[in-house]
């Protein structure tokens, strides 16, 4: 169950990533075989094998030697490896928070609508997998859209986007510059700053997942106090990060930049899975060292 209210969002959803995701993804980023990391961990090659296709795990110790083959947070790993990964509660946005789920092969795609609680308009972030699935999950209190802006253009992040373009005729659409943005993207740069909608949107440029890939830090305008949201797109996910399609040492960048400059209590919407914060990802997230 979540709640969508002014300054708050309880959620329930599962981790977009289990263990098996973390250890394929960390494999791939150190450049390790299955043979060659249970070698250097100390851990039985078929058991590695089975926790990578979900139907097993490992003990705390062992947890810890393949964190530090590989790099990780071993405190986090160990969280994820034990189902027991903590999930803070989203507070003290001074706006109202709309986060759209729609199902993504075995797990959820998100976008999310900013809105002064006062307001049938909004902000969008991210389009969603297709017309009508977002149909399905629109907020009925949102009527009128002031921007929308694209994380970047995998397919699940964008699908709704020609139906939305039909529905609200004349809105905006931001996004990353790059070969792969649609037609009519008013391409934003890093460290642009809009004002749209009662909102302030600074723009982060954050390649890796893709090459064209933004983070926006969102915050209300005239707000005094209270938190800003941040959406990754597919850079950071409650206990992960999204697949380096274009380049690892880039998406590792990028996360260092994000948990570096952005305010620790700042609110985290992910592309997939449950929101989170900052400052939980910074002391738990496997790849946040």
């Not at 907020?139 to 397919?155: G, K, M, N, V």
Request: contains cysteine; hydrophobic residues 40%.
């Amino acid at each position: 169950m979540e709640r969508h209210a002014r300054g708050v969002v309880i959620e329930r959803a599962p981790l977009e990533d289990e263990l098996g995701d973390v250890l394929d993804k960390a494999m791939r980023h150190a450049g390790l075989t299955e043979q060659e990391l249970a070698t250097r961990a100390r851990v039985d090659v078929n058991r590695l094998h089975d926790a990578i296709d979900y139907r097993g795990t490992f003990d705390p110790d062992e947890l810890v030697r393949l964190a530090d083959v590989l790099g990780l947070n071993s405190t986090g790993l160990a969280a994820v490896g034990s189902g027991r990964y903590p999930l803070p509660e989203a507070t003290g946005l001074p706006f109202c928070l709309y986060p759209l789920r729609m199902a993504y092969g075995i797990g959820v795609a998100n976008a999310y609508v900013t809105a002064d609680c006062s307001s049938d308009g909004g902000l969008l972030f991210d389009c969603g997998t297709d017309a009508e699935a977002l149909r399905r999950v629109w907020p009925s209190r949102i009527r009128r859209l002031e921007a929308i802006f694209l994380t970047h253009y995998d397919t699940e992040h964008v699908g709704g986007l020609a139906e939305l373009r039909a529905r609200y005729p004349g809105v905006p659409v931001f996004g990353p510059g790059g070969d792969d943005a649609p037609g009519a993207i008013v391409a934003l740069k890093d460290g642009a700053a809009l004002e749209v909608g009662g909102f302030t949107v600074r723009v982060l440029h954050t390649p890796g997942h893709a090459e064209s890939h933004h983070c926006y830090l969102v915050s209300a305008t005239r707000a005094r106090g209270g938190q800003s949201l941040l959406v990754t797109g597919d850079l950071l996910f409650a206990g992960s990060v999204g697949g380096c399609y274009f380049c690892r040492d880039r998406l590792i960048a990028s996360l260092n930049r994000i948990c570096r400059e952005v305010p620790v209590e700042t609110v985290v919407a992910p592309g997939h899975g449950p929101m989170t914060t900052i400052k939980n990802e910074r002391a738990y997230n496997p790849f946040v060292l």
